[in-house]
């Protein structure tokens, strides 16, 4: 297996205040805009681009966790059932633009499921999906981000690991591993 740094520490959090400044942009001072990490690994993405916001325009911005296990296409197709994840969204989406927030952007699969969830929270006025890292060559579904920290072109067989201090790890480092020798 080998493993390729794709972005360190220092470069991942020049990523991270990118993305910021590009949602302050668009979203200015988010009265009606709120932050919905998913669930498993997009809500540690979503708590730092939440708290550098937070610091950088002095207000407070709703963040929620939403978890699309049971709105996936391949939930009853795996072998051992996936146990679901916590879904806490304590505000009301309806009429509101959510930012979606995940890790890695793979197949789309996750993405449609997360919609589907979303739904019964309100129907947005607007949706608009950040990942950090887009895996563009996989897509089965014709969805595409609106703010991407790095696009990566990557083959089926890699992975695409994200390691953040949040998750427990020493640094915040994002790996692209072969898994074919």
């Not at 060559?137 to 991407?148: G, K, T």
Request: glycine residues 4%; aromatic residues 6%; proline residues 4%.
């Amino acid at each position: 297996m080998q493993k390729k740094l794709i972005l360190d520490s220092d470069l991942l959090d020049i990523t991270l205040s990118r993305l910021c400044q590009q949602l302050i942009e668009n979203h200015q001072s988010f009265e009606e805009s709120v932050i919905l990490g998913l669930q498993p690994r997009g809500i540690f993405l979503a708590e730092i681009i939440h708290k550098k916001l937070e610091k950088l325009i002095r207000k407070d911005i709703p963040m929620g966790y939403l978890d699309a296990t049971f709105h996936r296409d391949d939930f009853r197709r795996r072998e051992i059932p996936v146990k679901a994840s916590e879904v806490r969204i304590p505000f009301i989406i309806e009429g509101k633009k959510v930012i979606l927030v995940d890790d890695v952007l793979f197949t789309g699969r996750t993405v449609r499921a997360a919609l589907d969830a979303m739904i019964a929270f309100g129907r947005p006025a607007k949706v608009e999906l950040l990942v950090l890292i887009d895996r563009r060559h996989n897509r089965d579904l014709p969805i595409a981000p609106d703010y991407v920290g790095r696009t990566v072109n990557t083959l089926s067989t890699q992975k695409v690991l994200v390691e953040l201090e949040a998750q427990g790890h020493e640094q915040n480092k994002i790996w692209l591993i072969n898994n074919k020798d």
